[in-house]
């Protein structure tokens, strides 16, 4: 099934096409699945109370592990809403209107630490976005350097003069791998009549031989003592201007920017930095749309802003689409993914869901956001008090002039003396105080409540009645570097709770919040995402109660000849059928069905508990949020054993002790069942359910037991964490046999 969006009658921008078949097998499943747990409800419900009437079993057991299945229900719940209504979509850039009618463009780049982001990756990054395939005239880029660091300044510097090489080598040849790093390093799929053409291979040679010499100039400048971040700098807004160039505009727009910070002012991370290229390049270019990229996501596809423009320039579209996001790709994945890096089921079925309803959330890179949806529309109408207008957007009269504009672009002359008044406001907008007693982070730009920014902000852009969408391209758009490592992966996972479970604890809560001002399953899945750390209630009961009610001989489950087993084992059987499902059609291998399973326990029993725990004290005002970048640096014995897919399990004790108490101890709880089974026949109906579920939770972590046993290499378990694991497991065992004996 097919919806036309048109730009003509005759010739449509893109086009959406309804997943009608998978639409069927998800409701359907969604039908039995709902029956079921209904039915399971019933049998948790009717066995505490005849526990509680009777007393002849410890209630405990049974009323954690319905907990846990309430909690496992509800966010099961919530999760089918991304299932109801799955899309694609197809565009036709070469319908676009001609260059000169196409919208300016700025992009927002963001680093942080010049130690865990390293500055050649950064500027190649920067290379790659002055190379996209849209006129030069209309591209603006801008860094945003929260490190404030002068070797990421100096270095830019560099790129503006490898790029006057860069750019016009890939315009004149078709270049389609436009990051020169990535171009350099793989087989380029270049037209055979260019590889055969004399002229292209020796100015490919000249490229080559000028890259080499950048990249060794920016390393050698990352690799010295200067090359540490500033917490406490002034503003700095320098226009990467080369004298060499009389016409700047035959070159995209390059553009430096490191924002005031004082240890003083809170500066809310990733936010503050978008918030301040917001108001610094409105004075600047002012382009009505932006493209938001990670510092270490290049460009792939030099076509991503046309494809972009093909749905901010549908007339059908354009009026309410806030922004287009493209799925997070990276260009580092090993063949296995043992630490589930693509987040695959995010980008490549979630999204499509959400892109059924009202569009997919704002994901932190990638997407091509119209200035105007950051904006509070009613305070920019006619006849409003200037003073209110300040009040909310600051005390810059230029900012507020452009304001009035509606984002209409406009570029600074690059001609004029670079500390005229133009630019010298631009220091005044990205000064610490400007912020202050404004609506900056809370009603006007990206939201500052919650370290998920990203998530956040889309959930506000969306209760405004914006629409976003969702595209994949044929050829990645974007390619960053995936976490190599547990400690990366379970750290990032921490943050990402905390932020999601801020959201979830407050009044925009989006069960709260989103119902009213946003359809109910657009509510929803905002609801899974920032409910999803409470996950780690239900995963620490099914981690615990059972083996620790087998040891005992409780029974918490129905036994096998009891009807009540088959409905246990449908849930679960079908639950994993259609995920394997699901995984068969993004066109992953069925190992991925493993890999993320046991992503999610391991998450579950420490990233989300600690998320939580982060978010429940600064809500508190005990604790104070906190962002770390996660670390690109390239270590080559990470990078060997991700290939290899080896966990590499030097982290810290805190994720790894309960990973290694739990695991053995289901282990053990298993072993001592199966003894058990091998004496009394008849003990495998009673316990079959608890037996399965200790040997499913130890078949999960035996990269645990491996780690902890086996392996002889730097990435396994250390021995005093298994020290540490030992004593946890005595405490477990000691205080969870008094738990279940009540």
Same mark, same amino acid.
């Given at each position: ?56 079993? $410890? ?58 982001? $390293? ?38 510097? &560099? ?78 807004? &320098? ?25 003083s002012h809170p500066h809310h991370f990733k936010a503050g930095a978008l918030n301040a290229l917001v108001r610094v390049s409105s004075l600047i270019s002012n382009s009505p749309y932006i493209l938001g990229l990670d510092c270490d996501m290049y460009c792939n596809n030099k076509n ?73 529309? $009613? ?41 005229? &008044? ?131 001989? #409780? ?49 579950? #029993? ?17 604790? &104070?949020?906190?962002?770390?970048p996660t670390n690109k640096v390239v270590n080559e014995d990470e990078v060997k054993l991700h290939q290899m897919g080896i966990y590499n399990f030097q982290t810290s004790s805190i994720f790894l002790v309960p990973l290694c108490s739990l695991v053995t101890l289901n282990l053990l ?33 035996? $990269? ?39």
């Amino acid at each position: 099934m097919t919806l036309q969006t048109m730009n003509s009658a005759s010739y449509p921008l893109n086009l959406c096409h309804l997943k009608k078949s998978t639409l069927i097998i998800n409701r359907l499943y969604i039908l039995f699945h709902c029956i079921a747990i209904l039915i399971l409800i019933f049998f948790r419900i009717s066995s505490i109370l005849s526990i509680f009437h009777s007393k002849n079993q $410890p209630l405990i057991p049974h009323l954690l592990i319905f907990i846990s299945e309430l909690t496992l229900s509800f966010i099961w719940f919530l999760n089918q809403a991304f299932y109801w209504p799955p899309v694609t979509r197809t565009v036709f850039p070469e319908r676009l209107p001609e260059d000169d009618q196409l919208p300016p463009i700025d992009v927002f780049i963001c680093t942080a630490d010049p130690r865990a982001e $390293p500055p050649l990756g950064v500027m190649n990054t920067v290379i790659s976005a002055m190379a996209l395939n849209y006129p030069v005239e209309k591209l603006s880029v801008y860094l945003s350097d929260d490190g404030g660091c002068p070797v990421t300044l100096e270095a830019m510097r &560099e790129a503006l003069k490898f790029a006057k090489l860069w750019v016009p080598f890939c315009k004149k040849y078709g270049v389609k791998t436009i990051s020169p790093e990535a171009y350099f390093t793989s087989e380029e799929d270049v037209d055979e009549v260019m590889v055969d053409s004399h002229e292209f291979g020796a100015d490919e040679h000249r490229i080559k031989e000028e890259y080499k010499l950048f990249a060794q100039k920016v390393t050698m400048m990352s690799e010295s003592q200067s090359c540490i971040p500033n917490k406490d700098h002034s503003a700095v807004v &320098e226009v990467m201007v080369d004298e060499s160039i009389h016409d700047q505009r035959k070159m995209p727009l390059l553009v430096y920017v490191s924002r005031e910070k004082r240890p003083s002012h809170p500066h809310h991370f990733k936010a503050g930095a978008l918030n301040a290229l917001v108001r610094v390049s409105s004075l600047i270019s002012n382009s009505p749309y932006i493209l938001g990229l990670d510092c270490d996501m290049y460009c792939n596809n030099k076509n991503s802003a046309r494809e972009a423009m093909c749905f901010h320039l549908d007339p059908n579209l354009s009026s309410s689409l806030a922004f287009v996001q493209f799925p997070q790709t990276f260009h580092n994945i090993s063949k296995h993914d043992i630490y589930e890096s693509q987040l695959r089921c995010t980008f490549k079925t979630l999204w499509l869901g959400m892109d059924g309803i009202k569009g997919p959330c704002l994901s932190g890179t990638g997407y091509y956001l119209k200035r105007e949806a950051l904006y509070e529309l $009613p305070l920019i109408q006619e006849g409003i008090n200037l003073k209110e207008v300040k009040q909310c957007f600051g005390s810059s009269n230029e900012f507020i002039r452009l304001l009035y504009k509606k984002c209409n672009a406009k570029v600074l002359d690059c001609e004029k003396d670079l500390f005229d &008044e133009s630019l010298q406001e631009t220091k005044h907008l990205a000064s610490c105080e400007y912020e202050n007693d404004t609506k900056w982070g809370n009603e006007v730009g990206f939201r500052y409540f919650s370290v998920t920014e990203d998530f956040y902000t889309s959930i506000h852009i969306h209760c405004k009645h914006w629409i976003s969408v969702n595209h994949i391209p044929s050829r990645p758009a974007f390619l960053g570097s995936c976490t190599t490592n547990l400690n990366d992966v379970l750290i990032q996972g921490t943050r990402w709770s905390a932020g999601l479970m801020e959201v979830a604890l407050s009044r925009f809560s989006p069960l709260i919040y989103g119902p009213s001002r946003m359809p109910i399953l657009q509510s929803f899945c905002y609801a899974w995402l920032a409910f999803l750390p409470t996950a780690f209630i239900s995963l620490w009961i099914l981690a615990t109660i059972p083996f620790l009610s087998l040891l005992s001989h #409780i029974t918490i489950y129905p036994k096998v000849t009891n009807p009540f087993f088959l409905v246990f084992l449908y849930v679960f059987v079908l639950s994993n059928l259609q995920h394997m499902r699901e995984i068969h059609s993004t066109g992953a291998s069925l190992q991925t069905w493993k890999y993320e399973q046991r992503v999610w326990m391991i998450k579950g #029993i420490t990233s989300h508990l600690y998320g939580s725990a982060h978010a429940i004290m600064e809500i508190l005002g005990v604790k &104070e949020a906190n962002f770390l970048p996660t670390n690109k640096v390239v270590n080559e014995d990470e990078v060997k054993l991700h290939q290899m897919g080896i966990y590499n399990f030097q982290t810290s004790s805190i994720f790894l002790v309960p990973l290694c108490s739990l695991v053995t101890l289901n282990l053990l709880a298993f072993i001592v069942g199966i003894i058990q089974i091998v004496f009394r026949r008849e003990y495998v109906d009673a316990m079959f359910i608890q037996i399965f579920l200790t040997f499913y939770i130890a078949l999960m972590g035996y $990269p645990v037991l491996e780690g902890m046993m086996l392996r002889k290499d730097k990435g396994r378990i250390a021995t005093n964490v298994s020290c540490y694991s030992l004593i946890f497991s005595v405490f477990i065992l000691s205080f969870g046999k008094l738990l279940v004996a009540y």
